[in-house]
């Protein structure tokens, strides 16, 4: 797990607009006649329409999609009760998972009330305001009480995910856990270490599959909470039922399952061998569980074990959960979150986790082949079936119990809408990111001298994705380092002035003396432009010596591929190399190319081009759907330009007849289905959701992706150079360190490529 300084999680939360969320618009606001109809005097009407029938909120508003993510602020995360403005960055981060997993509006609601009367009192005040309510970060036992008395007394979903959430995942975990160790949940010994509001849910959650409450060993702080205690509330009276007492060490002694919900180090290797065979260790505290997965595996061959962390297998992780529950709940307009429909969850977590991986989540971790098994017994987090197998399986136990005001009809339909939910996220960059963690490469860092570099350099390293190689005079990075605190372990340090590296500037010079002394370089330029760090470091990656290269910070894009193209070189059969950027926008990433290579290509030019696009993007596990841009549709006003790409669009339907590519075609039409269709009902393109872009020319390459970045405020990877022979590639002039970072994980998976 990268490790996260204070001041980059502050600067993480400061840096352009303050917090994490904001709400935007849904409806046109250009016109005095938008304006008008979306507040006085058209906003009357729906006004209208909702005082007669009350219901049709639903139906005028956004009440349908909207949840409340509300606390009080007296336990949040380890930190305890630090009040509710404190809480405030935590309840916007569930808002921002609520939105990315599952496509759901929040709002987060931080209320000053620690009387559990007056919390209840505030959240009835506003719940007509929403279609679902989130309670979080609420010391138990008042947690328990509010959420009782919520759920009793409003009809819209209620959950306090502290509870369920980690419930439901680790009830998942273990009835898979149980399958796997042939081990029935009605005779398992299980032991629990913590007694808070998730784990006394998730004792009563195991006790609604099927476990035995004389079977289960809960502590807390003051030790087995049995019948001889007289300090147990309500909630853990329940699980009061032995008469004798025993001490944490001596309840592991033939133990079946352990459940740490408390805090790091209370397990050892002595408690974990005393357990019985094949034993099920959940160690969920976090960030450092109660036993490391290091010390439980080295005393247990045959043990099956889960963490809340995503560096080992089996993360028991709430985000599994809560968004895709909610989603279903909301979808059928439940007027609860009943136990029927925590168990569905349970129980389609469960089945997922025993289905064939899809490749693309193989791809994201780094593995060929992700199975039902000891290591697999929940899903993982960027499963993207998730969304269409947990919500649907809510949605009808819903249904089924009762309590959905709005039951489906048309299943089917309905999982293609939640498929389509998930173009509104950062699938992709997840994805990125996991893929090139899967595999880190040695990367070098052409322009270590500067800030920014050295920065994104510690990311890539403490993310798992890159060893960096910093190129640069040495004292300056290191002074760099010292005064910003850049930590960076055993990292290699190389100046290619100086005289340690003598020896291979003059193996690098010759090298690059054989290849280009036939193109007016003489012998000495040739070892003299070693001294030049981006000579010196495509030379290193060229003979093996590292793996990928970023450079571009600090100069022109032009005058920094120059020597790149010259020393590395195009892949065999490729004949023009490109520049292609990546924008995640809410309709899904957009590809667009040719961006920063090639002034006017021709026709030719251009079928090469997109097909080796074509080819990158499906690296990426996406589908390419493309569209040649011009001023013209399909000849309507002649030119060079209109013409050009016309002419590639006839080889690449030639050449590359399942390509799915047309052209030329005006980008309003290329990004309009509705128009598209209804003008050229002909084109390919037609009920395509067209992902990539193909420009006639530098200039409106460029130019469209800068207007689109900054208009839109996307996250943008690139330029990724394509077709050369390894893997380097040229950041934009001043990129910021989240660009530079996201050029490093796309570099370490073209090097994993090559």
Request: charge should be neutral; proline fraction near 5%.
């Amino acid at each position: 797990m990268a490790k996260i300084r204070k001041q980059d999680a502050l600067d993480y939360h400061v840096m352009g607009r303050p917090g994490k969320i904001e709400v935007i618009p849904t409806k046109p606001y250009s016109s005095q006649r938008d304006l008008s109809l979306a507040y006085s005097p058209g906003v009357a009407e729906p006004c209208l329409k909702i005082a007669e029938q009350k219901e049709d909120v639903y139906k005028y508003t956004s009440k349908s999609n909207l949840v409340a993510v509300i606390s009080n602020g007296t336990a949040v995360l380890g930190l305890g009760d630090i009040g509710p403005e404190a809480s405030k960055p935590v309840m916007e981060g569930k808002g921002l998972l609520f939105k990315i997993f599952a496509d759901i509006d929040v709002f987060d609601i931080e209320i000053d009330a620690k009387d559990p009367e007056l919390f209840i009192q505030t959240v009835k005040a506003i719940a007509p305001t929403f279609g679902g309510i989130n309670l979080e970060d609420i010391k138990a036992p008042e947690a328990f009480e509010i959420e009782r008395r919520l759920k009793a007394e409003l009809d819209i979903p209620i959950m306090h995910d502290d509870q369920h959430g980690t419930a439901i995942i680790s009830s998942a975990a273990l009835l898979n856990a149980l399958e796997l160790a042939r081990k029935r949940i009605d005779r398992v010994k299980i032991v629990i270490s913590g007694a808070g509001a998730s784990a006394l849910s998730c004792a009563k959650l195991y006790v609604a599959l099927g476990a035995k409450v004389s079977n289960i060993y809960m502590f807390d702080s003051k030790g087995l909470i049995g019948a001889f205690r007289s300090d147990l509330d309500e909630m853990k009276q329940f699980f009061a039922v032995h008469k004798k007492d025993i001490s944490f060490f001596d309840a592991f002694k033939g133990a079946d399952v352990f459940l740490g919900l408390s805090r790091a180090g209370l397990v050892s290797k002595e408690m974990i061998k005393k357990m019985a065979k094949d034993p099920i260790v959940f160690a969920l505290a976090n960030p450092d569980p109660e036993i490391s997965f290091k010390d439980a595996t080295s005393v247990r061959k045959d043990i099956i074990m889960a963490t809340g962390r995503s560096d080992h297998p089996n993360q028991v992780n709430n985000v599994l959960g809560f968004p895709f529950i909610f989603r279903g709940a909301l979808d059928v307009r439940a007027t609860t979150i009943n136990e029927e429909m925590k168990l569905a969850a349970v129980k389609a977590i469960a089945a997922l986790a025993k289905e064939t991986i899809p490749e693309e989540v193989n791809e994201a971790y780094g593995e060929k082949n992700i199975s039902f098994g000891r290591d697999q017994i929940i899903p993982k987090p960027l499963d993207p079936r998730l969304i269409y197998s947990v919500a649907p399986a809510v949605a009808k136990a819903a249904i089924d119990s009762g309590v959905a005001k709005n039951p489906i009809r048309d299943w089917s339909r309905y999982e293609a809408e939640l498929k389509a939910r998930l173009g509104l996220d950062n699938e992709l960059l997840r994805n990125i990111t996991a893929k090139a963690q899967s595999n880190p490469k040695k990367v070098v860092f052409a322009e270590a001298d500067h800030l920014k570099i050295l920065k994104a350099a510690q990311v890539a390293y403490e993310e798992g994705v890159a060893f960096p190689i910093l190129l640069g005079d040495k004292n300056t990075i290191i002074e760099l380092m010292n005064e910003y605190g850049i930590e960076l372990p055993e990292v290699t340090i190389i100046d290619p002035k100086s005289e340690t590296e003598e020896e291979r500037r003059t193996q690098f010079g010759m090298e690059f003396f054989n290849r280009r002394k036939r193109k007016g370089l003489t012998e000495y330029e040739a070892v003299k432009l070693m001294r030049e760090r981006n000579h010196f470091g495509a030379m290193m990656v060229d003979l093996g010596y590292a793996d990928a290269m970023i450079t571009g910070l600090t100069r022109s894009y032009r005058s920094t591929v120059r020597p790149l193209l010259q020393i590395i070189g195009l892949e065999k059969e490729v004949k023009t190399a490109a520049g292609m950027y990546i924008l995640n926008t809410k309709r899904g990433p957009m590809f667009l190319a040719d961006t920063t290579v090639n002034l006017n290509p021709t026709s030719n030019q251009i079928a090469e081009i997109t097909i080796n696009v074509a080819k990158t993007i499906k690296k990426l596990k996406v589908q390419p759907k493309i569209a040649l841009l011009s001023y013209s549709n399909f000849g309507s006003s002649p030119g060079p330009d209109s013409e050009k790409m016309a002419e590639a669009v006839k080889m690449l339907h030639s050449d590359q007849p399942g390509l799915i590519v047309d052209g030329e075609l005006q980008a309003n039409f290329a990004l309009n289905s509705d128009l598209l269709l209804e003008k050229f009902p002909f084109s390919s393109l037609v009920n395509k959701e067209v992902n990539t872009l193909i420009f006639p020319n530098l200039s409106a390459g460029n130019i469209s992706y800068k207007l689109l970045q900054q208009m839109t405020d996307s996250d943008a990877i690139g330029p990724i150079l394509i077709g050369l022979r390894k893997s380097i590639h040229v950041v934009q002039l001043g990129a910021s360190v989240r660009e530079i970072i996201n050029m490093v994980k796309v570099a370490v998976i073209d090097a994993q490529n090559k």
